[in-house]
């Protein structure tokens, strides 16, 4: 298992989009991915759970990935809302 803190860089007009593609991201791998924001963990996989999330521009999330391909998952996610432009 594979768990990686970082800050989320969403541009400030963000709507569903950007956590759409998260989805995509995370259903691409394998491994069972969890995105955490304070006391709340959602299926990176789940449209309604990341909806639910409600990730804002410069939040502190945690990425937790566990399974054959989970630093790959962790990393592409990461490297993904650390960037958006």
Known sequence: MVTKSFTVNFPNYAEARPVA?????ASKYDSHIYLMSGTRKVN???IMGMM?????ND????VEADGDDE?????????YMTSIN
């Open 71 to 79: 630093m790959a998952a962790a990393d592409e996610i990461i490297s």
């Open 21 to 25: 593609v998260v989805v995509q991201i």
């Open 52 to 56: 639910s999330l409600g990730i804002c």
């Open 44 to 46: 990176a996989k789940s």
């Open 59 to 62: 939040e502190e999330i945690t």
